[in-house]
């Protein structure tokens, strides 16, 4: 099912403006870049802190398709746990009900493939990096993009969205 806002379930409503410090669209994934602005979420598959989407421009009558160019006024949402957001997703995932979704490194999300080691033997050292934060949240709904192309995907826009649950 197709939604035409980003905040499709919320527990609460904490929302804030911030500077476009480059072009983002709505669903997408941000950081802060200083306490006035913001940016797509730069960092595959590291943490995420705070969580931010871009919401639509609905103040000016645009939907989760259009675009903010750098130097606009963003409405930001930071979900919490539990809420539910429909993000933009990466071109190219197959992602199943259920799956960890983290940053792509470019505002969408996609599927956490990230290995995990076990420590179980006092012989194994090195130095470990540990994103605590990285799952953004999980697909409360199955997509497969696996078929499209980048070209392709500008076609159906719709379908670069994914119903997430926020962990």
């Known amino acids: 099912m197709a939604y035409n806002t980003v905040k499709i379930k919320k527990y609460s409503d904490v929302i804030e403006e911030f500077q476009a410090t480059a072009a983002l669209s709505p669903g997408m994934l941000l950081e802060l870049v200083s306490a006035t602005t913001i940016k ?3 960092l595959a598959s590291k943490n995420a802190i705070p969580i931010m989407f871009a ?3 609905e103040l000016q009558g645009k939907g989760i398709t259009d675009a903010y160019a750098t130097g606009d006024k963003v409405q930001v949402w930071i979900p919490y746990r ?3 957001v429909y ?3 990466t071109d ?3 992602i199943a009900f259920g799956d960890a979704l983290v940053s792509n490194g470019d505002g969408t999300l996609r599927k956490d493939r990230r290995t995990y080691e076990s420590f179980e033997s006092a012989d194994v050292m090195g130095t470990h990096e540990v994103y ?3 799952i953004v949240g999980y697909a409360m709904e199955a997509l497969d993009l696996s078929g499209l192309s980048a070209a ?3 076609d159906t826009p719709q379908r ?3 119903k997430v649950v926020i962990a």
């Open 87 to 89: 993000a933009r997703v």
């Open 132 to 134: 605590p934060h990285a």
């Open 152 to 154: 392709g995907s500008s």
């Open 82 to 84: 539990g809420d539910i």
């Open 55 to 57: 919401l639509e421009d």
């Open 92 to 94: 190219e995932e197959n």
């Open 160 to 162: 670069m969205f994914i």
């Open 40 to 42: 797509k979420h730069s």
